[in-house]
């Protein structure tokens, strides 16, 4: 529900004899009283609005009134809450609306959060969020999203590509585009500054470890915290779950059937469902500690597994998503079809896993043929 009435108030006139005149205006009960950028004397802004007769006060007010009407409707549709910051900048201008930098991340981030939980994860949302503060480190949030160039796309690209890896990079770029994209297809924007930005799509890194290179890690002695550290890795190169996944595990998730340990959950990240069953290594870990994997934080993990890295001297670079890669290679090398791989790693296409272990895909390629025709 929108209310709007109009004040001249006489506790507010100057030397002239006038006063700014005000809008009042109340949505579902919030009411924000804004100055607008004209001012009349009270007494005859008083007769004018309760006078029959036409005028240009009651002109002026009534298309205000209608302008401010549509930008609240714009708003609403677009899932943007009329705040008392957004109706002033349109006070301003006298009710007109001028679509900022601000109302075009809300509304994207409006309907990314109304997805949280359902089809996409809390992480995901996040990152939205990232996006929306680094872009504003460079343009004013109050400016307005149609003045948004090529080159300043660009000049984004380029700020955050010094500071993040390619594959971060090409993630906020694809969010970023979806933004502006909302944007020109609602016709807030005349044009959209992605048209004609390319951006080179990162390769898929060729990461997974060999037999040798797995038993290093499990032959790796040290401090309770390289261990722990050591078992975690373990368990996830045996269950192919995220560590986001790993730290919320609870022994009730843990299914038995058979003798078969496994895990039907949905992803933190994605909230994507996934069925993971979880190989015999997995399994001795979990009773190890009685079905309640330890804590850590994941930039300890890391360090950790940095420091079993370094100590076993193996030939890939160790970190908390290469169990998860470890687990898909050794599903597909054992002849697991790729749909099935998919929906272990709760991935939300085949394509994605056919993107992430193509190098796999190729050597069995080449093994197969060269087997088969004794090449």
Request: charge should be positive; proline fraction near 2%; include cysteine.
């Given at each position: 529900?929108?209310?709007?009435?109009f004040y001249?108030?006489?506790?507010?006139?100057?030397?002239?004899?006038?006063?700014?005149?005000?809008?009042?205006?109340?949505v579902?009960?919030?009411?924000?009283?804004?100055?607008?950028?004209?001012k009349?004397?009270?007494?005859?802004?008083?007769?004018?609005?309760?006078?029959?007769?036409?005028?240009?006060?009651?002109?002026?007010?009534?298309?205000?009134?209608?302008?401010?009407?549509?930008?609240?409707?714009?708003?609403?549709?677009?899932?943007?809450?009329?705040?008392?910051?957004?109706?002033?900048?349109?006070?301003?201008g006298?009710?007109?609306?001028?679509?900022?930098?601000e109302?075009l991340?809300?509304?994207?981030?409006?309907?990314?959060?109304?997805?949280?939980?359902?089809?996409?994860?809390e992480?995901?949302?996040?990152?939205?969020?990232?996006?929306?503060?680094?872009?504003?480190?460079?343009?004013d949030?109050?400016?307005?999203a149609?003045?948004?160039?090529?080159?300043?796309?660009?000049?984004?690209?380029?700020?955050?590509?010094?500071?993040?890896?390619?594959?971060?990079?090409?993630?906020?770029?694809?969010?970023?585009?979806k933004?502006?994209?909302?944007?020109?297809?609602?016709?807030?924007?005349?044009?959209?500054?992605?048209?004609?930005?390319?951006?080179?799509?990162?390769?898929?890194?060729?990461?997974?470890?060999?037999?040798?290179?797995?038993?290093?890690?499990?032959?790796?002695?040290?401090?309770?915290?390289?261990?722990?550290?050591r078992?975690?890795?373990?368990?996830?190169?045996?269950?192919?779950?995220?560590?986001?996944?790993?730290?919320?595990?609870?022994?009730g998730?843990?299914?038995?059937?058979?003798?078969v340990?496994?895990?039907?959950?949905?992803?933190?990240?994605?909230?994507?469902?996934?069925?993971s069953?979880?190989?015999?290594?997995?399994?001795?870990?979990l009773?190890?500690?009685?079905?309640?994997?330890?804590?850590?934080s994941?930039?300890?993990?890391?360090?950790?597994?940095?420091?079993?890295?370094?100590?076993?001297?193996?030939?890939?670079?160790?970190?908390s998503?290469?169990?998860?890669?470890?687990?898909?290679?050794n599903?597909?090398?054992?002849?697991?079809?790729?749909?099935?791989?998919?929906r272990?790693?709760?991935?939300?296409?085949?394509?994605?896993?056919?993107?992430?272990?193509?190098?796999?895909?190729d050597?069995?390629v080449?093994?197969?043929?060269?087997?088969?025709?004794?090449?």
């Amino acid at each position: 529900m929108v209310n709007i009435q109009f004040y001249c108030r006489k506790c507010k006139t100057g030397k002239n004899g006038t006063a700014p005149v005000e809008v009042s205006i109340n949505v579902d009960g919030n009411r924000s009283i804004l100055p607008l950028p004209r001012k009349e004397e009270p007494l005859e802004f008083s007769k004018a609005l309760s006078s029959r007769k036409d005028s240009d006060i009651k002109r002026y007010c009534e298309a205000v009134k209608r302008n401010f009407q549509l930008a609240i409707t714009d708003m609403t549709n677009a899932g943007i809450y009329p705040s008392k910051k957004i109706l002033a900048e349109y006070a301003r201008g006298n009710g007109v609306r001028k679509f900022t930098l601000e109302d075009l991340f809300s509304q994207t981030l409006s309907l990314q959060k109304m997805k949280v939980g359902k089809t996409t994860g809390e992480r995901q949302y996040i990152k939205f969020e990232q996006v929306r503060d680094l872009f504003f480190d460079l343009f004013d949030r109050d400016m307005s999203a149609g003045q948004i160039s090529p080159k300043d796309i660009d000049l984004f690209y380029l700020t955050i590509s010094k500071k993040y890896a390619n594959g971060t990079v090409h993630g906020m770029m694809v969010k970023l585009k979806k933004i502006f994209k909302v944007g020109f297809e609602n016709g807030q924007i005349k044009s959209n500054p992605f048209v004609g930005f390319e951006m080179e799509k990162e390769k898929p890194r060729e990461e997974w470890l060999t037999d040798a290179d797995m038993e290093k890690v499990r032959n790796v002695r040290g401090s309770e915290a390289i261990e722990r550290a050591r078992d975690l890795f373990l368990f996830q190169c045996s269950s192919g779950i995220s560590y986001a996944d790993m730290e919320g595990l609870k022994e009730g998730d843990i299914h038995c059937e058979n003798g078969v340990y496994s895990v039907c959950k949905t992803r933190c990240k994605t909230g994507i469902r996934y069925t993971s069953v979880i190989l015999a290594e997995g399994v001795e870990i979990l009773k190890k500690y009685n079905f309640n994997l330890p804590h850590v934080s994941v930039a300890k993990y890391n360090l950790n597994l940095l420091k079993i890295e370094n100590m076993t001297g193996v030939s890939t670079h160790l970190h908390s998503h290469l169990g998860r890669k470890v687990y898909g290679c050794n599903l597909l090398r054992s002849g697991c079809s790729m749909k099935t791989v998919s929906r272990a790693l709760g991935h939300s296409t085949t394509q994605v896993t056919e993107s992430t272990y193509a190098f796999l895909r190729d050597a069995d390629v080449v093994k197969e043929i060269a087997g088969k025709l004794a090449v």
